[in-house]
């Protein structure tokens, strides 16, 4: 999950397994959810998102899962490889009380892969 | 297609001096954000800017200001550096608000 100090969460797994990675979000008024991936020395790409009409959005090897009932979410990666090590980091989008634009980014998770 | 550009990759700056950090998208996206990431942290936004001629400020906009040059340029000044300052800053844009945002590889900005 994520974190509150300056020590990120750390994810370890083997090779081939999958991977789940879980964020509370703080706004129940928030609507629209992002993944992101964080490699070394380059910006955060984009992963999935979700919007709050719905409760799970799949893409390739990756799943997103909503509850808005809990505001949890969470990123399945299936079989988990090497390449997949970075910091992950949930967002969410503050649509109530300003603009939508701004998207609150949890402090991250930092998955590490075991080859 | 470079999608979002930032320069300069690496600045130290003295204390009191003034910057300008620059971005550029070739996305022909309408908005677009200024971030700064600190160790162990999740990004923070400084400026936004929803569309061209526009400009908001963030969470954390003090010792900013950001100029929207045109669709593809927005840019972020530091007037008077200061240490805690020292930080990433990161670019990004969106096609519209409330859409996925694209960043750049960040600009690592040291000040003494």
């Known amino acids: 999950g994520e974190s509150v100090g300056l020590h990120l969460p750390t994810l370890s797994v083997q090779e081939g397994d999958n991977s789940i990675i879980n964020c509370a979000y703080s706004n129940s008024a928030s609507d629209y959810f992002i993944w992101y991936k964080q490699e070394s020395g380059k910006g955060p790409q984009f992963i999935i998102d979700i919007r709050s009409n719905m409760d799970k959005r799949q893409g390739q090897r990756v799943t997103v899962l909503l509850n808005k009932t809990v505001k949890h979410l969470s990123l399945q990666i299936a079989a988990t490889q090497p390449g997949d090590s970075a910091v992950y980091f949930c967002?969410?989008?503050?649509?109530?009380?300003?603009?939508?634009?701004?998207?609150?980014f949890g402090k991250g998770t930092k998955l590490s892969v075991k080859p | 297609n470079a999608g979002v550009t930032q320069t300069p990759k690496f600045q130290v700056l003295k204390t009191g001096q003034s910057m300008t950090l620059q971005c550029a998208q070739d996305?022909?996206?309408?908005?677009m954000y200024w971030y700064r990431q600190d160790p162990g942290m999740g990004l923070r936004l400084i400026y936004y800017?929803?569309?061209?001629?526009?400009?908001d400020k963030g969470e954390v906009p003090n010792g900013y200001n950001v100029s929207r040059l045109n669709k593809r340029e927005f840019s972020l000044r530091l007037e008077s550096a200061a240490p805690s300052q020292t930080s990433v800053y990161f670019c990004a844009n969106s096609l519209e608000e409330n859409q996925p945002q694209h960043f750049g590889d960040g600009t690592r900005l040291s000040i003494l």
């Open positions: 967002a969410e989008n503050m649509a109530s009380g300003g603009s939508q634009g701004n998207l609150i």
């Open positions: 996305m022909n996206h309408n908005s």
């Open positions: 800017s929803a569309s061209e001629g526009t400009t």
